[in-house]
C-alpha cells in the first residue's frame, strides 16, 4: 500500500491579482464605484474586513424631578398627623444618636484616662524601684565608713556607683549587673 504524497498547496494569496484595493496609494485615485460600502475593500476576505462604525449610544434616559412634597396647608388631617409623627420620629433618632455619640466620648475619655493611669503606676513602680537601689547602695557605702572616693579625671563616681570585681567597668548605681560582662554585683 504506496500512496504518492502529493506537495503541499501553496496558501491562496493575501490579495487577488487585479486593480489595487481601495484605501491603498495608487497612480490614479478614482471615486468609489457606485453601490460600494465605506471602508469596505474589495477583494479581502469579510473576516479582515474593518468593522463598521458603531453606532452612537442611544441618550441616558431622563430622570423624573423628584416629587415635591405638598404645603402643610394642602394636606388632609390625617396626612398631617402622619407628618406630625414621622418629624417626632426623627427628632427622637437623632437625640439618641446624639446621646449615643456623648457616651461613646465619655467611655473613649474614661479608657484614655485607666490607660494614663495604669502607664503613671508603673512609671511609679519604677522609680520607686530605682529609689531603693539607691539607697541601698547608699546604705552600703555608708556602712563601709569610706568616703566617697575622689572624682577622677576620666571616672566621675557618683553615690551608689560600683566597679565591676571581673572586669573593674564603672558601673551606675541602679545597675544590679556589669553593662559588660553581666558579673552581679558584689557588696
Not at 503541499?8 to 484595493?21: E, H, K, Q, R, V
Request: proline share 18%; hydrophobic share 30%.
Amino acid at each position: 500500500f504506496s500512496q504518492a504524497k502529493s506537495a503541499p498547496s501553496p496558501p491562496p494569496p493575501l490579495f487577488p491579482p487585479g486593480p489595487p484595493p481601495a484605501g491603498t496609494s495608487s497612480s490614479s485615485s478614482s471615486p468609489p464605484p457606485p453601490g460600494a460600502v465605506p471602508g469596505f475593500i474589495q477583494g479581502l476576505p469579510a473576516h479582515l474586513q474593518p468593522s463598521p462604525a458603531a453606532p452612537p449610544p442611544p441618550p441616558p434616559p431622563t430622570q423624573p424631578a423628584p416629587p415635591v412634597a405638598p404645603a402643610a396647608e394642602e394636606l388632609t388631617p390625617e396626612q398631617q398627623k402622619v407628618l406630625l409623627q414621622l418629624r417626632q420620629q426623627q427628632q427622637e433618632r437623632e437625640q439618641k444618636e446624639t446621646e449615643e455619640k456623648a457616651k461613646k466620648a465619655q467611655a473613649d475619655q474614661q479608657a484614655h484616662a485607666a490607660e494614663t493611669a495604669y502607664q503613671n503606676f508603673w512609671v511609679q513602680r519604677q522609680m520607686a524601684s530605682l529609689m531603693s537601689l539607691y539607697q541601698q547602695g547608699h546604705a552600703i557605702q555608708q556602712e563601709r565608713g569610706a568616703p566617697a572616693p575622689a572624682a577622677a579625671p576620666q571616672d566621675t563616681f557618683w553615690e551608689g556607683d560600683w566597679k565591676c570585681a571581673k572586669c573593674g567597668d564603672h558601673q551606675f548605681a541602679r545597675n544590679r549587673e556589669c553593662r559588660n560582662c553581666l558579673n552581679a554585683r558584689t557588696s
